[in-house]
């Protein structure tokens, strides 16, 4: 394995994840495992910098949640008393949640509750 440096470029970032992938079932405090840790903090510093994300609105989640879960808008329309209209209307973008249709999403479909209230 090349010695640890500092990612600076793509081609050090690539070479970062192929050493990820040797390590990656290292057990801690272990040489291995000590590794790892190194390794992954300098990935996710370099990724901090160079691969922005974007958070996601809470429609985006829903629909997220929605297609994980292979949830239908009939399957949600029933799990929330609502109707297939309503849930229609929501993915649209043409009617706003509620705050109990908000709760529900976290509190149901695990959708975490910064993302909910960050707009």
């Known amino acids: ?3 640890i440096k500092l990612i600076k470029t793509e ?3 690539d070479k970062a994840l192929k ?3 040797i390590v990656f079932h290292a057990k801690p405090n272990t040489p291995e495992g000590d590794l790892l840790e190194v390794i992954s903090l300098l990935i996710h510093e370099y990724e901090q910098k ?3 994300i974007v958070p996601l609105t809470p429609l ?3 629909k997220y949640e929605m297609e994980e879960q292979g949830l239908s808008q009939s399957g949600l ?3 929330m008393g609502l109707s297939k209209s309503t849930i229609s209307e929501i993915l ?3 009617k706003q949640m509620s705050i109990n249709f908000l709760k529900f999403m976290h509190n149901e479909l695990g959708i ?3 993302i909910l209230l960050a707009y």
């Open 1 to 3: 394995m090349e010695a």
């Open 11 to 13: 081609e050090d970032y």
């Open 19 to 21: 050493q990820l992938e």
């Open 50 to 52: 160079h691969y922005k």
């Open 60 to 62: 985006e989640a829903l």
């Open 77 to 79: 329309a029933k799990r």
């Open 92 to 94: 649209g973008g043409k």
């Open 112 to 114: 975490p509750a910064h």
